[in-house]
């Protein structure tokens, strides 16, 4: 809630004084820098998950999908899961899961740990599966079900509903995993931002302490601003009262996925018909996201669409590459060199 907080702040202030040239001067900056950071992210998910040729090969089919057919994202999630269910099955090896890590050398002994047992409340029961279970379903049923019945099924508000719970249930991976699925949806789909707003979000999650699939906060907001879903003189309540079901219907999937899975994690760690099909999908995720900071170098590199080339900006993106690619810098670092420079940019105009 903090972090929803803060990112509807800044998506307010975002919208509201995105055009003071010091304002565009910062955002200017952010894009490249995103660029950078989400081909990063692509780089060091693909370092743990890319062991072999198999998944080397799954990689480049899950971003030649994406990039050339446009595929849809699930459907891209399910072939990746259907190919690991059967290589684990006929080609155990390729699909193994790397070794677990135990403690850290130097630490204590864990709270939990390999060889201590599950505290009471973590042992999975029926019972408690089936109250957590009706519990969630009970909960999204409400909150949906009121959208749907007052506004109807074909309203912004029920559509990001129905959307953002589509979006949880896809999150393998992280929120870089799920992210090309909301680009291409959000922006593609539904028009509810374009894709220079989709990284200026994605730089202003990258900014609050919460995880940075928060960022469903900011395409909320801008998708209920932009529509005006409570009237021409209510943007901003427009905006949070989107936020807030993005968020919610993000979150709630994400809670039920703990509390019901959470005591089978160490029972299907090692079983090959679990871990197979999530070792392929992040494979396929790898190229998915691969072709996302493709997707954002084009708008950054040319803006209008082709023809111009901005030389800046290429610049400002190898800069923030070098920084996290040779010298492991931070996140928030990045980002804030990125803005100086951009600022300083746009007002040397």
């Not at 080609?91 to 047992?117: C, E, K, R």
């Not at 929120?175 to 539904?190: E, G, R």
């Not at 090959?272 to 999908?281: E, I, N, Q």
Request: proline share 6%; aromatic share 12%; net charge positive.
């Amino acid at each position: 809630m903090p972090s929803l907080f803060i990112l509807v702040a800044l998506s307010w202030i975002y919208l509201a004084f995105g055009q003071v040239p010091a304002v565009a001067g910062v955002l200017y900056g952010l894009k490249p820098a995103v660029t950078a950071i989400v081909l990063h992210a692509a780089w060091r998910i693909g370092r743990r998950a890319l062991r072999g040729p198999v998944q080397w090969a799954i990689a480049g089919a899950g971003f030649a999908a994406i990039f050339f057919a446009n595929a849809p994202f699930p459907l891209i999630i399910l072939a990746a899961a259907a190919t690991g269910f059967a290589g684990g099955r006929f080609a155990p090896a390729q699909f193994s899961a790397p070794a677990h890590v135990g403690a850290a050398v130097g630490h204590g002994q864990a709270l939990i740990g390999d060889d201590t047992p599950p505290p009471a409340h973590a042992r999975g029961s029926r019972a408690r599966f089936a109250r957590g279970l009706f519990l969630g379903l009970g909960l999204w049923t409400l909150a949906y079900g009121g959208l749907a019945l007052s506004l109807g099924p074909d309203h912004t508000l029920s559509r990001m509903g129905a959307f953002f719970t589509t979006a949880a249930l896809l999150t393998f991976g992280g929120a870089y995993a799920v992210l090309p699925y909301v680009v291409q949806a959000a922006v593609m789909k539904f028009g509810w931002l374009s894709a220079s707003q989709m990284m200026d979000g994605l730089a202003l999650g990258e900014t609050t302490p919460g995880p940075l699939i928060i960022v469903v906060a900011f395409v909320g907001f801008v998708g209920g601003w932009q529509h005006a879903l409570l009237g021409p003189d209510a943007l901003f309540w427009s905006g949070a009262a989107a936020a807030a079901v993005a968020t919610f219907f993000t979150f709630l999937p994400s809670f039920l996925f703990i509390l019901l899975g959470a005591p089978l994690v160490e029972a299907t760690r090692e079983d090959l018909k679990f871990t197979a099909p999530l070792t392929a999908v992040t494979a396929a995720v790898v190229g998915v996201i691969l072709n996302l900071a493709l997707f954002f170098a084009g708008h950054v590199l040319w803006p209008q669409g082709g023809g111009t080339f901005d030389w800046a900006a290429a610049a400002i993106t190898v800069g923030a590459a070098i920084a996290l690619f040779r010298y492991d810098a931070g996140i928030i670092g990045t980002l804030g060199a990125c803005a100086a420079l951009g600022l300083i940019h746009t007002l040397a105009l």
